[in-house]
Nanobody
């Protein structure tokens, strides 16, 4: 079992920055990938950025060049640095941890979400 706690959301003006944090507890040592997702009402949750335990990163096209995902293994924490935020980035942001075996995701764990609101 893995528990995730997100923080760092808030209200910011367009062009501003925020940094989200996702702290893992429990069996955090078993996590093979951590991702940030976001969701707005009426739409499906979408991947924003993902970081694997081997250091591979991938980003949604809409945030590439503006957002950066990084991790601190000593703190069991993954960050999402969000620069040049735009109103279309407004959403609830969720952290997800994956535990995979031989390349197949066995377990997924979600945080409670943190609201990011960007005003124009």
């Amino acid at each position: 079992q893995v528990e995730l706690g997100e923080s760092g959301g808030g209200l910011v003006q367009a062009g501003g920055t925020l940094r989200l944090s996702c702290v893992a507890s429990g069996n955090a040592f078993a996590i093979t990938a951590t991702g940030w997702y976001r969701q707005v009402p009426g739409k499906e949750r979408e991947l924003v950025a993902r970081l694997t335990s081997s250091g591979n990163k991938n980003y949604a096209d809409s945030v590439r060049g503006r957002f950066t995902i990084s991790g601190d293994n000593a703190k069991n924490t993954v960050y999402l640095q969000m620069n040049n935020l735009q109103p279309e980035d407004t959403a609830v942001y969720y952290c997800k941890a994956e535990i995979s075996y031989l390349g197949v995701v066995q377990h997924e764990f979600w945080g409670q979400g943190t609201q990011v609101t960007v005003s124009s």
